[in-house]
């Protein structure tokens, strides 16, 4: 068995400082600085207009602003990352699901299991969370989503076992896209099952099927999306 990875798709992704910039925004410490960048501006702010005055103030805070801003608007205009994809050329049939709320579904566990009727197979369940609210991005707060998501994903892994699946899984804090990419690393997929949600992330998902068919080259099967009512945390 041979295992690798290679990469699909637009890189765009410059050298040198340029690239680790490009790199450092791509990852998940981007936030962090940003953060902490913000309560800067914020702090030197107040500063400013308690000893110095209301406007010295303003014009200090549009001064330290105006980089962030900048740097903000370069980043927006940056190609989309390219999808890595890891291949193998093992026996079986390998599926990367990626869904959250609708895993209670029956037919993502009947979709993968009818493959097993042709070959072994193996699959991967990751459920991509995010904070059920802004607030809740600012807080960190995400330990309910994370509790939920990973019954979801514990019941359709036993599930798919009983069902002689060879099945893993875990709850991802990420986007669906972010969550896709570890997924594509993490299994020499040979296909992908997104169930499309109506929770904070999904506004892409039709873009998101499209470019792993396009880029990585690997089929995709959409099951029906989940009904937010029925699968509330």
């Avoid at 002689?164 to 896709?180: K, Q, Y």
């Avoid at 099967?221 to 009904?227: D, L, P, R």
Wanted: with cysteine; hydrophobic share 50%; glycine share 10%.
């Amino acid at each position: 068995m041979t295992e690798g990875s290679r990469t699909s798709g637009p890189s765009g992704a410059p050298g040198g400082w340029r690239g680790r910039v490009a790199g450092w925004l791509d990852s998940d410490l981007v936030g962090i600085p940003a953060t902490l960048y913000t309560f800067l501006v914020l702090a030197i702010s107040l500063a400013v207009f308690r000893l110095v005055g209301g406007f010295a103030g303003i014009i200090v805070a549009f001064g330290l602003w105006v980089p962030m801003v900048i740097f903000a608007i370069r980043g927006w205009g940056r190609p989309p990352k390219a999808l890595e994809v890891r291949s193998s050329t093992a026996a079986g049939h390998r599926v990367l699901v990626i869904a959250n709320r609708g895993l209670e579904q029956a037919d993502v566990c009947d979709l993968v299991c009818r493959r097993g009727e042709r070959a072994e197979v193996e699959a991967l369940v990751l459920a991509p969370v995010l904070a059920s609210s802004g607030l809740g991005d600012l807080a960190d707060d995400v330990d309910a989503e994370v509790a939920a998501a990973t019954r979801r994903v514990d019941e359709v892994v036993s599930t798919l076992a009983a069902r002689g699946v060879r099945a893993s899984g875990r709850a991802d804090i990420a986007d669906p896209e972010e969550t896709l990419r570890d997924g594509l690393r993490e299994i020499a997929a040979n296909e992908v099952v997104i169930v499309p949600a109506s929770e904070r992330g999904w506004s892409d998902a039709e873009a998101l099927v499209e470019r792993v068919r396009d880029e990585a080259g690997l089929p995709v099967t959409v099951v029906g999306a989940a009904s937010s009512d029925r699968d509330a945390v």
